[in-house]
Structure formats: C-alpha cells, structure tokens
C-alpha cells in the first residue's frame, strides 16, 4: 500500500538545523512532485516547498526561501528538506505530500518540529 513515512523532526534551538526525511513506497515515486507542508497549532496547513518529478523545479514559501532546501533521490524514493536558521515561528508539524496530476495526492503522518531555546 502507499506509505510516506516523516522523519527527523525534533526540537532545535532558534538558529540551529533539522533535516527531514520522507520515504516513499507503494507507487510510482518518479513520476510524482513531492512537497513539504507544515501546519502551525490554530493555523491552516501550508506548502512550504516543493519539487518537480525529475527534481529540475523547486518552489519555496517566501518565508524559508534561502533557509530551506529540498532535495529527492528517484532511486531511493526519497525526499528531504534541508532547514537552516530556523526561528521559532518555523514550528509546525511538517507533512510529505506526493502529487500527481487527475488530483491524486498522497499524505505522509507529519513530523513534529519545535523551535525553542
């Protein structure tokens, strides 16, 4: 079945890094853009950065743009999302999404990041 398993959340200082981790299984992972989302206690869910299928096109909410990379592996079925200089207003819980076109989505379990000192 289609599994997206989240990992490398946790709770990091204002300034420090996390890398997350998304592993794909159960469909055709090259074919599909990945993205990252977050959702914030009280707030709506929102993309924080996406990537096409081939891994040639990367779009970044304003916000992380120059802070956060994501990044695949095709071969691996695996995407992930490089974060720096994070700040307190970055925690959220961070969800792997796949998309296809005809509206097919996949949702990952989402991954708890905390900013804090």
């Known amino acids: 079945q289609v599994q997206l398993v989240e990992s490398g959340g946790g709770l990091v200082q204002p300034g420090g890094s996390l890398r997350l981790s998304c592993a794909a299984s159960g469909f055709t992972f090259s074919v599909y853009t990945m993205s990252w989302y977050r959702q914030a206690p009280g707030k709506e869910r929102e993309l924080v950065a996406s990537?096409?299928?081939?891994?040639?096109?990367?779009n970044y909410k304003d916000s992380v743009k120059g802070r956060f990379t994501i990044s695949r592996d095709n071969a691996k079925n695996m995407v992930d999302l490089q974060m720096n200089s994070l700040k307190p207003e970055d925690t959220a819980v961070y969800y792997c999404?796949?998309?296809?076109?005809?509206?097919?989505?996949?949702w990952g379990q989402g991954t708890q990041v905390t900013v804090s000192s």
């Open positions: 990537i096409s299928s081939g891994g040639g096109i990367t």
């Open positions: 999404k796949a998309t296809r076109a005809m509206g097919v989505a996949y």
